[in-house]
């Protein structure tokens, strides 16, 4: 089993930045993709970044050039580096973790991310 827990979200002003990070632990013994998702409220999960173990990255056009994903592969960690907040940009946001040749993902709880005057 493989426990995700995430930190950093808040409420912040637009324009403003934060960071958000995930560690995974338990049962890791192979490679991995790690990234993010998020949930707005009455919409779909979409994905906002991920990064492969040797660091290719994904990024969706919406938050491409203000969002940055990066990963510690000492720590099983994830973070992603969000600057010039939109209150477009306000959901919860998730952490996940899949292993090489599975289709499985592992979710973290969710952070709640709110941006707003």
């Known amino acids: 089993q493989v426990q995700l827990v995430e930190s950093g979200g808040g409420l912040v002003q637009p324009g403003e930045s934060l960071t958000l990070s995930c560690t995974a632990s338990g049962s890791i013994f192979r490679g991995y993709a790690m990234g993010w998702y998020r949930q707005a409220p009455g919409k779909q999960r979409e994905l906002v970044a991920t990064?492969?173990?040797?660091?290719?990255?994904n990024t969706a056009d919406s938050v491409k050039g203000r969002f940055t994903i990066s990963r510690d592969n000492a720590k099983n960690a994830v973070s992603l580096q969000m600057n010039s907040l939109k209150p477009e940009d306000t959901a919860v946001y998730y952490c996940?973790?899949?292993?090489?040749?599975?289709?499985?993902?592992?979710w973290g709880q969710g952070t709640q991310v709110t941006v707003s005057n």
């Open positions: 996940y973790l899949r292993f090489l040749g599975t289709s499985y993902d592992y």
């Open positions: 990064i492969t173990r040797v660091g290719t990255t």
